[in-house]
């Protein structure tokens, strides 16, 4: 009888500690800005990814209104933005790089009528170039890259080999090159571009500040 008795509790207590955890994850849920960062990092200058808004709270079937402030606005600025689909609404900000530098960015988003605030640290991190060489058949291009992530290359400079050599303190994460029909392709160190190359993304991160930088050399388009 006993042991029935001491198995019934340690069940229960497995169910109750279920429920708890369940509880949690529910009220976490609740807060739109529950996933939101503390803090985070991203590089000025580094070349442009085209990856959007930084954070989109969840949907919700009531309207979802949001504010956003920068604390210093020569670090990064921060746009908000609102969005319905479905019937549904959620909203998300988006932020600019302005310099070096760390500051602070203040969320505050509405739904119904509660409201929910929190903040980020955000620093940006000056532009290094990550490559000790970049050569593209007989030609240096290393120097383009020395003020920011972007360079463009006179029309008909990818052509030929590819070499490069990082500076010490990255690694590299991702090399591809595009034609004008947006194909891609992997490209590896010492080989020749393929034929109709317009441009090449390569992707490294600084050992020091687990960021990454990204270069993006292409040829102007007439």
């Known amino acids: 009888m006993r042991k029935r008795k001491n198995v019934f509790i340690t069940v229960l207590a497995v169910i109750m500690a279920v429920f708890a955890m369940s509880v949690s994850v529910c009220a976490a849920q609740k807060n739109p800005l529950s996933q939101m960062p503390k803090k985070t990092s991203t590089v000025f200058r580094s070349a442009a990814t085209g990856m959007g808004c930084d954070f989109f709270t969840p949907e919700y079937t009531t309207k979802v209104k949001i504010t956003a402030k920068s604390y210093n606005t020569k670090v990064v600025t921060v746009k908000t933005y609102a969005f319905t689909r479905n019937g549904k609404s959620f909203a998300g900000y988006e932020t600019t790089p302005k ?6 960015i203040k969320v505050t988003v509405k739904i119904g009528s509660k409201s929910y605030t929190r903040t ?3 620093t940006v991190y000056k532009w290094e170039n990550p ?3 970049l050569k593209i058949g007989s030609k240096a291009y290393t120097a383009k890259l020395n003020r920011s992530g972007t360079a463009v290359l006179p029309k008909n400079s990818l052509n030929g080999k590819f070499t490069y050599k990082l500076n010490p303190n990255y ?3 991702s090399i591809y090159c595009y034609n ?8 590896k160190n010492g080989k020749n571009l393929p034929k109709g190359t317009n441009r090449i993304m390569m992707r490294m991160k600084s050992r020091k500040n687990n960021n990454f930088y990204n270069v993006l ?3 102007a388009q007439p």
């Open 217 to 219: 050399v292409y040829v």
């Open 131 to 133: 490559l000790k060489t």
């Open 120 to 122: 980020c640290r955000y």
């Open 99 to 104: 310099g070096p530098g760390s500051t602070q």
């Open 180 to 187: 004008k029909k947006g194909v891609v392709t992997n490209i």
């Open 171 to 173: 690694k590299l994460e």
